[in-house]
């Protein structure tokens, strides 16, 4: 066990979901029913309102060893127990081992963070925004309705990198590996070529219905 001293270990209620990965600032809405964790919701709401999210491996049958810590920034009771809660992400953390598992599981987990970047990425994260502008309106071309970027898109690289992963949708396994990433440019970079391919994707796309119409 970790002493006293030891800021960066602590014991985490652990909540695995399938083909969810949460990552830092972002929301994430909850509807708690099974028993084990309607337990875990109302021990958390007594103490620091905090557990871990990790996104729970099918292929393998466990979950995965990188999570994000989620803190309940409000509830609401429902009928027979049940509650919705809405989480917001906070740091990520690394699960060193299971101290228990029944009622549910509690981790004793290291938090990490990204390494310092070594050059300035203000540049890689305005040509990002780009893509994500030229994503959305090819999207919004196919769709034949307005799809808008948020005004509140985040300024800061590392920011931008975690908004642009939990926006990424049917690929929880793309998002394991970006949240697991420790260098913020080699998010952006991965982020980069998942977003130049579905530019490159919707602009075929977009060019065959311009034929047909």
Known sequence: MA???????????LFPLPEVVLFPGRPLPLHIFEFRYRIMMNTILESDRRFGVLMWDSVRGEPAAVGCCAEIIHFQR??????KVLTLGQQRFRVLEY???????VGLVEWIEDRPPEKDLREMARELRQLLRDVVHLSSKLADQRIDLPEDLP???IELSYWIA??????????????????????LERESEI?????????????LKDVFN
Do not use: C, F, W
């Open 3 to 13: 002493s006293s001293s030891s800021i960066a270990v602590r014991e985490l209620p």
């Open 78 to 83: 429902l009928p027979d127990d049940r509650m």
């Open 99 to 105: 101290v228990r598992e029944k009622p549910y599981r």
């Open 155 to 157: 300024d800061l690289p």
């Open 166 to 187: 939990s926006n990424l949708y049917g690929v929880a396994s793309e998002q394991q590996a970006l949240l697991e990433m420790q260098e913020t440019h080699k998010r």
């Open 195 to 207: 977003l130049s391919s579905t530019r490159n994707h919707l602009a075929a796309r977009t060019v």
